[in-house]
């Protein structure tokens, strides 16, 4: 209950700085936040699974570095630099959740309604990299950004087969980090090329943390499956 409520406290207290961050318009400030967020997520929860695994380890390592890259990121190619070593980031937590995820036979309604979701958001995130095409001069640019939304898009479509095939805490902390990402970058894209508004920044900012925390408590967080009753 003690370190629930520290991490709790913790949690607040950097969210509160994210928004001051934000509005003071120190958005390298946004990014040392996530990373001090993240790190001490995992070293809070440390006791909680001590088997972490190399999975774990890439996508700290990645991801760390990635917003440090960003703080930099109006200099030289740090912003195309993050976003490689974020997608190197997100491979890793495709690879985590492929060791949890078995095939089975489903029926043609639940295929029918993956395929819909799945063309949904596939569509949905089509459009928005289309439209990024016209404020991106550099083809070189645009092209790590087309392989960075195509990565996020087969992150979402194997959250949700674990999701459907598992139905546990973990896998719902998966989706979780999922949902929180995709609109975590689409918010920061909105901010880059379209408009600079403080309330977007502060939803993706918060959003950000939100993925950090999801993200370690999916690695910590052991696979068992659970009925609704143990979800509410």
């Known amino acids: 209950m003690k370190l629930k409520f520290i991490f709790i406290t913790a949690f607040i207290c950097l969210m509160i700085l994210d928004i001051m ?3 003071s318009t120190w958005f390298w400030g946004v990014n040392i936040i996530y990373i001090i967020f993240l790190f001490t997520a995992v070293w809070m929860f ?3 699974y001590k088997k972490f ?3 774990l380890f890439i996508f700290l390592g990645f991801s760390g570095l990635a917003f440090l890259a960003r703080i930099f990121e109006t200099a030289w190619y740090f ?6 070593l974020l997608t190197i980031a997100y491979l890793a937590l495709i ?7 078995e095939m089975k036979n489903a029926s043609n309604y639940m295929l029918l309604y993956f395929t819909l979701i799945v063309g949904i958001n596939a569509y949905l995130l089509g459009i928005h990299v289309l439209d990024l095409r016209v404020h991106i001069s550099s083809g070189l640019n645009y092209g790590i950004y087309i392989f960075y939304y195509i990565n996020l898009l087969i992150l979402g479509i194997f959250g949700f087969i674990y999701y459907l095939n598992s139905y546990s805490k ?6 979780s980090l999922i949902l929180a990402l995709i609109f975590a970058e689409v918010l920061r894209d909105m901010g880059v090329f379209y408009m600079q508004d403080p309330s977007v920044e502060v939803a993706e900012a918060i959003l950000r943390l939100a993925v950090a925390l999801f993200a370690v408590l999916f690695f910590i967080t052991k696979e068992k499956k659970l ?4 979800m509410i």
Do not use: D
């Not at 690879?95 to 995820?101: A, G, R």
């Not at 973990?170 to 989706?175: E, G, I, M, P, T």
């Open 95 to 101: 690879m985590e959740s492929v060791k949890y995820i």
């Open 53 to 55: 695994n190399t999975y």
């Open 46 to 48: 440390r006791k909680k």
């Open 21 to 23: 961050a934000v509005f």
């Open 227 to 230: 009925r609704l009753i143990n």
């Open 79 to 84: 912003n195309q630099v993050s976003l490689i």
């Open 170 to 175: 973990k896998a719902v902390y998966f989706v």
